[in-house]
């Protein structure tokens, strides 16, 4: 029996109305980073006709995208059609320093949305639905898709720098005097990491189609002189040599077999009083942090993976001979586990 407090009301069912709608939302924050409007709009308002001319927009629809995205505090709209840039547009613009163009190009490619358009098949069966759909891992497509793996890098690239400055500030990274970057991609944090500790060296591995993508940031970064790549398979084995091993937003992908057959590798590094930190979401208590909640549904979806609770990460360490010496929560929605071999 339903309490007064449940009870449906207008309000209730126009808020969920909105939250329905989101997709709507998605694609017109994608439409507008694939065609670079930020990088048209400054801090005086600039007519519509202009910005169409220079991404090679129809002019009326293009006005139709901005005032929606303006009515979203993307962007503010003036008189006679004219828009101006507002502190989340500047995070569209191509060198912005808290890069979302990356990612909003991302989140709107058909392959993933073809993937969340089956999540009604993961939760009825369990299964990855990026591979019911595709036939295949999403890693495995991106492979043999190098534009998607492109677009891929791009995003993870700019996700880190949202990030990396937050990481950087909740540990004492000096101590170290090799790191490797595990899954490091294309080496944004660990150039974060070599910039801010001048003793530090580091290695950077990861897939080795994913590393050759390395040598631009790593140079724009100043680092390459203390950065070793290399390419290989983190199931199998990962660098030994290294003091610590860092691992961000690498154990979310993967279920908790894979899971394991990864930290068995880095156990199998780790000597001597070397550390693994692993930087990644924590979930939060029941009714809390949507946000988390619902990258845990993406992780369903596309890698296969899931998000976790601190018991769920000791429970898997625990597993392989590993435990959690000290949890350091940074500024940004991600957590510092420090861990050290049993």
Sequence with gaps: MRGDDVNSSPQ???????????????????????????????????????????????????????????????????????????????????????????????????????????????VRTGENAFRAVHGMSNWDY?????????????????????????????????????????????GSLLAALLQANANLRGVLFDRPHVVAT??????????????????????????????????????????DACCRRILKACRAAITGSARLIVIDRLLGPPNEDPAVKLADLHMLVGPGGQERTLEDFAALFDAEGLRIAEVRPTRAPVSLLIVEPV
């Excluded at 709209?77 to 163009?101: I, K, N, Q, W, Y």
Aim: charged share 20%; net charge negative.
């Design 214 to 255: 390395a040598a631009s940031v790593l140079a724009a970064a100043g680092v390459s002189d203390r950065c070793e790549t290399i390419g290989g398979d983190m199931f199998v084995s990962v660098p030994g040599g290294c003091d610590a091993y860092v691992m961000k937003y690498i154990i979310h992908d993967w279920d």
């Design 142 to 186: 991106r492979a043999r898709h190098p534009e998607q793996n492109d677009i891929f890098n791009a995003a993870m690239t700019g996700n880190s720098r949202r990030v990396e400055q937050a990481i950087v500030e909740a540990y004492d990274f000096g101590r170290f005097a090799r790191l490797a970057d595990i899954g490091g991609g294309q």
């Design 12 to 122: 209730a069912a126009l808020e969920l109305h909105r939250l329905l709608n989101g997709f709507q939302i998605t694609q017109a924050i994608h439409v507008g980073a694939l065609l670079g409007v930020a990088d048209q709009i400054a801090a005086d308002p600039v007519p519509v006709a202009e910005i169409a001319a220079a991404v090679g927009a129809h002019p009326g629809a293009l006005y139709r995208l901005l005032r929606a995205l303006a009515a979203l505090g993307i962007f503010r709209e003036h008189d006679d059609r004219c828009f101006s840039m507002t502190a989340m547009g500047d995070c569209l613009r191509t060198e912005s320093p808290h890069p979302v163009r990356p990612h909003a190009i991302f989140v709107g490619q058909k392959n993933q949305w073809d993937a969340w358009g089956h999540l009604l098949h993961s």
